[in-house]
């Protein structure tokens, strides 16, 4: 079996959105977004003890090593990462164009999101790249199994849990409850550096530099804002009679 | 311009915040704007979808269609859009419509603009970012244009009467989107008294309640009040309260008249399920917790000094 996982090297601390570009400031440092922390987890638990390859592939800036670099350090076993210029920019169309002609090549049963990019807060990219690769798709994976070829997902809803099956190759997207990450060893980080890594351009992947970028977005950022405020807000400070002036305000605002 | 909206349905119910999109699609100029309904016995709900603002219902009913998965669901619209040459597709966030919004999205080679709060007649988004500390305008480069509104944008309101054009529409499904089934539910029944969702006052519990038995703090608050207990998803997580009381992205998108949270963070991810509340207070110890960025009254403080306090005030005042 193998099986791809998709990961994100994120902005680090506070992030800023560059006011000429408008684009998300990425010039600081950077990590493995903790949400695909899981979905690198969760492909080695499905490897456990077998023969199972896992490739961690990301698109991003050249610091985007780090992040399979850690992702290696937990136990996957190669990574791809593509990068070029001209990728800078991408929204979802160009992205999920971007990453679906890497995972083309991998050929994997299985490609593994995590559950949010924690820049962009999306929780879309895999239900794109998945119809691109032409492959059923399951989101919000709270435990996920494989047998016979099936995969099994628990979903969760608005409304409750769904028990989803669907034939391998597939796509699917775990959400953080799946599981509980491990943090990489000192051994893991060392044997890292030795693991396969192929950096991959446009034209390695066969995407034409229109197709990606800004010039492959089908949506543009128009302009910056201030979030609208809200009301006549007041905070207080208990001093031991907060009880009674949360009782005053609910009077005042006649809701008691 | 044309406008198609995904009404969603959850048994014979359909969702406020798919018809409060198309509510707002319906004051977009003079767009033509029609609805989408997707699953099983759907048709008797077309005529309801439309007194919301659609001149035109297109129905895709059949029992295969029935469990909500997204993949037949993006053969479905992206065929009406295609073959009726809608220029826009409004979508209201949830877990379905999400992947769905996505799905269209590279079928049709056509923009996504996510977690829009608002959009206008020349199609400009309102996005809030970076935890919504800055308003972003967003725009789309080409038709169709995608977009997916945070849950509880928009008010749903019946306005339209007449009766609407209802079309059925026949799909063949593509082979990858046969390929998941769902061989089970397990839907969850909300416990007895109001439900969250209904009622004027919600008290809600996060991790800061510190165990499960101190739930008890919110629910006697709630009782005080005659309001529903709501919980973060970090609560839910731990297994100290049900998965049914969970408000935001993942959970309930909730609007009373007073929200009350205690010991909650004010996590994005919560914010967008609470944040129509008329009325919101919260108490945290933290001066620094978000919660207080978008509470009408923030109190700094410890719950377990000031809530049992409060409950008896407001049982006091109750019975006076
Ligand atoms: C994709 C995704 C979807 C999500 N969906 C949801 C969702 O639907 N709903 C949801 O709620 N979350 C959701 N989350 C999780 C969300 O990001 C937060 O983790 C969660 O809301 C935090 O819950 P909390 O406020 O209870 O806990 P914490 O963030 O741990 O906050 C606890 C707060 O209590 C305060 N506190 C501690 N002790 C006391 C005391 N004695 N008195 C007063 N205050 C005290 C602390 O200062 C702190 O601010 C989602 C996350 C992701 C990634
Ligand atoms: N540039 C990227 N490279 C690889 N994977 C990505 C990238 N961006 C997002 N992902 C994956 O897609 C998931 C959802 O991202 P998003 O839809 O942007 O919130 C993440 O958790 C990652 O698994």
């Known amino acids: 079996m193998k099986i791809a996982v998709c990961v994100k090297h994120v902005p680090e601390g506070s992030s800023r959105i560059d006011p000429g570009s408008k684009r998300l400031d990425r010039s600081g440092e950077g990590a493995l977004n903790h949400f695909d922390a899981n979905a690198v987890e969760e492909a080695l638990r499905l490897k456990g003890d077998g023969d199972a390859e896992v490739v961690v592939v990301s698109l991003g800036p050249a610091k985007a090593a780090d992040s399979l670099r850690k992702a290696l350090a937990m136990g996957a076993d190669r990574a791809v990462l593509v990068s070029d210029d001209a990728a800078a920019g991408s929204d979802l169309v160009a992205t999920s164009k971007l990453l679906a002609k890497a995972l083309e090549r991998e050929n994997t049963d299985i490609v593994l999101f995590g559950q949010q990019a924690s820049d962009s807060d999306g929780a879309v990219l895999w239900a794109a790249v998945a119809e691109r690769l032409q492959r059923p798709v399951v989101s919000q994976a709270s435990e996920l199994s494989v047998s016979d070829g099936t995969l099994h997902v628990k979903r969760q809803t608005e409304f409750g849990y769904d028990i989803i099956e669907a034939p391998l190759p597939a796509v699917v997207a775990v959400s953080d409850a799946i599981n509980e990450p491990r943090y990489p060893s000192l051994k893991g980080i060392m044997g890292a550096k030795k693991k396969p890594f192929d950096t991959l351009s446009l034209a390695d992947i066969g995407v034409d530099a229109a197709e990606a970028g800004e010039q492959g977005s089908k949506t543009q950022v128009l302009g910056l804002g201030e979030p609208p405020a809200r009301g006549d807000a007041r905070k207080i400070e208990d001093d031991g009679n907060a009880a009674q002036q949360i009782v005053d305000f609910l009077a005042e605002k006649r809701l008691v | 311009m044309s406008v198609l909206v995904f009404i969603e349905h959850h048994g014979s119910e359909l969702q406020k915040g798919s018809l409060g999109v198309l509510t707002k699609a319906a004051t977009l100029g003079d767009a033509d704007v029609a609805a989408v309904l997707v699953g099983g016995g759907v048709k008797a709900l077309a005529s309801e979808a439309a007194t919301f603002g659609a001149a035109k219902v297109f129905v895709a009913e059949s029992d295969d269609l029935e469990p909500p998965l997204p993949q037949p669901r993006v053969d479905v619209i992206a065929k009406v859009a295609q073959e009726n040459g809608y220029d826009t597709i409004l979508l209201a966030n949830s877990v379905l419509a999400a992947d769905v919004a996505a799905g269209l999205s590279a079928r049709l080679d056509a923009g996504l603009n996510w977690d829009l709060v608002d959009i206008d007649a020349d199609f400009t988004g309102k996005r809030p ?29 019946a306005t339209a009467s007449g009766e609407p054009q209802i079309v059925d529409v026949a799909v063949e499904l ?20 109001p439900s969250i969702e209904d009622a004027d006052i919600v008290v809600a ?8 038995e101190n739930f008890s703090l919110a629910e006697e608050l709630a009782r005080a009040l005659g309001g529903a207990v709501g919980a973060t998803r970090a609560v839910v997580d731990a297994g100290w309260y049900p998965y049914s009381a969970q408000i935001g992205q993942t959970g309930k998108v909730v609007s009373p008249k007073l929200y009350v949270a205690l010991g909650i963070s004010g996590a994005i991810q919560h914010k967008v399920g609470m944040q ?31 809530v049992p306090k409060l409950t008896e005030l407001i049982a006091q005042r109750k019975s006076s």
């Open chain 2, 129 to 157: 970012a970076l935890q919504d500390s800055v308003y972003v305008d967003v725009g789309w480069t080409s038709t169709p244009r995608i977009a997916l509104f945070r849950a509880g944008s928009f008010d749903a309101s």
């Open chain 2, 174 to 193: 593509s082979e990858h989107s046969r390929g998941a089934k769902i061989v089970s539910q397990e839907l969850e029944e909300s416990s007895s008294g």
């Open chain 2, 205 to 212: 519990g996060g991790r800061g309640l510190g165990a499960p």
């Open chain 2, 276 to 306: 129509s509340s008329n009325v919101i207070v919260s108490i945290n110890k933290d001066a620094n917790a978000p919660i207080f960025e978008f509470s009408d009254l923030g109190v700094v403080g410890d719950v377990h000094e000031i």
